[in-house]
């Protein structure tokens, strides 16, 4: 059976995988494997490692680790585009042989030269000298039409284009013809990729005429910016897929989110499972105009996805994450609390390491008699509490202390948070008290009596 649809992926892995390459690899895979791509298609991984000294083995290791997390699979791959060396060579030798291309010597001076005595804007046509680097002739008469699914149709006079270079007089090839020949022996019918490669593709367009070979379908897919409207980096947050990874947000969020940076199915959702994006995902409705990334949406999106994971998913991805185990009780109490899975330890990590060391909030909060006295208070009633110690009860114990001294909540769960927790934040305060178990919470509110009244605490 024939594939509806042969996409690619090619990544050059000169760093890890950024966010604006996800997102290319996402649409890619959203077209290979859903109904947008007009049925069961393939996804091809290509490595573009010719830059020798940039394309390092960490990266590659990095992308293939970066992909895997996001959920996203390929049929054929990873190929290095470094050992396809020897049929790029055969291609350009081919296009020479054919009358398509030619050698010449002429560098930029030679180019500029041509240029200048030929009005300034006239592209460059050299002569065969038999040597040097290898140039495909181009047409001076006619067009040459670059159709993009996003971006619409686009001419581009060949007379205005050089004479392209296909291969050094060393003769390696150039990444462009490197691309067509790669894409053409992988039968690839849609290329989908960054908005930064448009302008490349009047030449490879170019190359593909001098194959005799047909265009694929194009969609040059939206350029990212941050908030600011200044193109995407690390000034604007996590940038690499790694990044998002150690700040606790969840693959499917991420792709979520990814998918919304440029497409959207109408104006309001924006909550997609994979599944829902997988029916729904069509390059018709890609927009053309930069997309913005915007971490505080994709918080957002990340809070969601992570309030409906089960406690035993979610238990499970924060042990992953901080490499820690037991973690059930506290997951359950911070579930609501949290949008990222990075931020439970902040939250929560004094149930397991002790109380934070925030001397301002001790001393905010602990530091006058009031606060000591309402703890004071709060140990009396909790250390009544019958078996079982549970919520409810913490809860009717520490009612009973505000009712009988005319205390407003907070003046009597903030210093027991702080005495318990180290630090003003905790997940609801009669949860923590319940979790922590009796022995905890009291030996716990007794050093921190010890310890704001100047008396040597015991270590507890
Ligand atoms: N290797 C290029 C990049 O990482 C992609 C080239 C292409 O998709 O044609 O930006």
């Known amino acids: 059976m024939v594939a509806a649809v042969r996409v690619r992926f090619a990544p050059s892995p000169t760093g890890a995988l950024h966010i604006g390459g996800a997102r290319t690899a996402l649409y890619?895979?959203?077209?290979?494997?859903?109904?947008?791509?007009?049925?069961?298609?393939?996804?091809?991984?290509?490595?573009?490692?010719?830059?020798?000294?940039?394309?390092?083995?960490e990266n590659v290791a990095q992308i293939l680790e970066a992909l895997e997390w996001l959920g996203?699979?390929?049929d054929e791959g990873p190929v290095m585009q470094s050992g396809r060396a020897e049929r790029h060579a055969e291609v350009v030798a081919q296009l020479v042989d054919a009358g398509h291309a030619y050698r010449s010597t002429a560098g930029p001076e030679e180019v500029k030269a041509y240029k200048a005595a030929h009005g300034g804007a006239a592209g460059f046509r050299g002569t065969d000298e038999g040597e040097g680097a290898v140039r495909l002739r181009i047409p001076d008469e006619g067009t040459t039409v670059v159709s993009d699914v996003i971006r619409?149709?686009?001419?581009?006079?060949?007379?205005?284009?050089?004479?392209?270079?296909?291969?050094?007089?060393?003769?390696?090839?150039?990444?462009?013809?490197?691309?067509?020949?790669d894409d053409l022996d992988a039968g690839i019918t849609h290329v989908v990729r960054g908005a930064d490669h448009y302008s490349n593709t009047p030449k490879q367009v170019r190359i593909l005429k001098a194959l005799g070979a047909p265009e694929p379908v194009y969609a040059h897919v939206p350029l990212l910016h941050g908030p600011d409207g200044k193109k995407l980096s690390k000034r604007h947050g996590a940038a690499s897929v790694?990044?998002?990874?150690?700040?606790?947000?969840?693959?499917?969020?991420?792709?979520?989110?990814?998918?919304?940076?440029g497409w959207g199915y109408d104006d309001t959702t924006t909550f997609f499972t994979t599944e829902q994006l997988l029916e729904r995902f069509s390059l018709e409705r890609v927009s053309r105009n930069p997309a913005v990334f915007d971490e505080q949406k994709?918080?957002?999106?990340?809070?969601r996805y992570l309030r409906e994971l089960s406690l035993d998913d979610l238990t499970a991805r924060l042990e992953t994450l901080t490499g820690r185990s037991g973690l059930r009780g506290a997951a359950a109490i911070s579930q609501e609390k949290i949008s990222t899975l990075a931020e439970f330890w902040?939250?929560?990590g004094f149930f397991f390491d002790g109380p934070a060391d925030d001397p301002k909030a001790r001393a905010k909060v602990l530091g006058g008699?009031?606060?000591?006295?309402?703890?004071?208070?709060?140990?009396?009633?909790?250390?009544?509490?019958?078996?079982?110690?549970?919520?409810?009860?913490?809860?009717?114990?520490?009612?009973r202390v505000l009712e009988a001294g005319g205390y407003k909540p907070r003046e009597v769960y903030q210093p027991v948070r702080v005495a318990l927790a180290g630090t003003t934040v905790s997940p609801g305060i009669f949860e923590t008290v319940a979790l922590m178990g009796r022995d905890a919470t009291l030996a716990r509110i007794d050093a921190a009596l010890a310890a704001e009244s100047g008396v040597g605490a015991p270590e507890g």
């Open 28 to 57: 890619n895979w959203l077209l290979a494997r859903g109904t947008g791509g007009g049925g069961p298609g393939e996804l091809v991984l290509r490595i573009e490692d010719t830059d020798r000294e940039r394309s390092t083995p």
């Open 72 to 74: 996203i699979d390929y």
């Open 152 to 181: 619409g149709e686009s001419s581009f006079v060949n007379a205005l284009l050089d004479d392209l270079v296909i291969a050094r007089a060393d003769g390696t090839p150039i990444y462009h013809l490197a691309v067509i020949v």
């Open 242 to 261: 790694q990044e998002l990874r150690d700040a606790g947000y969840l693959p499917e969020a991420v792709r979520n989110y990814l998918a919304l940076l």
């Open 298 to 303: 994709l918080r957002h999106i990340n809070g």
């Open 346 to 348: 902040p939250l929560a």
């Open 369 to 399: 008699s009031d606060g000591r006295d309402a703890l004071a208070r709060a140990r009396e009633a909790l250390a009544e509490i019958p078996d079982p110690w549970d919520e409810a009860q913490v809860e009717a114990a520490l009612t």
